[in-house]
């Protein structure tokens, strides 16, 4: 029969071994955040096509396209979408964007004033944006994709005078999440150059 105290010193080299294989696992990855940035339009108007102040809302999204943490799907499977762990946005998605659409109507003069709820002025027109998708795309060419519904309406009298939703699918230079992130970017200068020139008629 094995003596307790064999038994015991069994139990502390068993624990030890597995103490030391604990340590030598490998360490959670660092958290690593990412912001968009759009690109000065490359085009200014000579004179703001809207006359007079126009208020960008706080764009919406749903689920996890809202969320900080950065979305992905696999090729051929669009309907799944999943998150990573370690890789997020710098702020939610809905102000990220929100903020890069109001520098770039500001830089593009498209009103005599461009302006957020936040700063509590009176406006005259009222531009409103859907995030229906923002997101990575893995697989042999890997891809970056961004939906925005975007819409402009008079407040005084509720009139919408501009309607439409925009789709980009951006191949991006590599795997990487930074590599899709630059992507988005380009599907984001893209987006909102197309906008200027539907809304301006331009």
Not at 129 to 148: C, H, S, W
Not at 153 to 171: D, K, M, P, S, W
Request: proline residues 6%.
């Amino acid at each position: 029969m094995r003596s307790p105290m064999r038994a015991l010193a069994f139990i502390a080299v068993l624990g030890g071994v597995l103490g030391l294989g604990a340590c030598a696992q490998d360490p959670a990855p660092e958290d690593a955040y990412y912001r968009l940035r759009a690109a000065a339009p490359a085009r200014v108007l000579a004179t703001p096509y809207l006359p007079g102040t126009l208020e960008v809302e706080k764009f919406v999204a749903d689920g996890l396209t809202a969320g900080r943490p950065i979305s992905y799907s696999e090729a051929g499977m669009p309907h799944q979408v999943k998150e990573y762990h370690y890789h997020f946005w710098t702020q939610p998605p809905t102000i990220m964007v929100r903020d890069e659409m109001v520098a770039f109507l500001r830089a593009a003069k498209v009103a005599k004033a461009v302006v957020t709820p936040e700063m509590r002025v009176g406006a005259d027109y009222e531009l409103t944006g859907r995030i229906l998708r923002l997101e990575k795309i893995n697989g042999a060419q890997p891809r970056a994709a961004l939906d925005l519904e975007l819409a402009v309406t008079e407040i005084a009298t509720q009139r919408l005078l501009f309607l439409n939703t925009y789709h980009q699918e951006v191949a991006a230079g590599g795997d990487t999440v930074a590599a899709a992130v630059a992507a988005l970017d380009d599907g984001l200068n893209a987006t909102f150059t197309r906008f200027l020139a539907d809304l301006t008629g331009q």
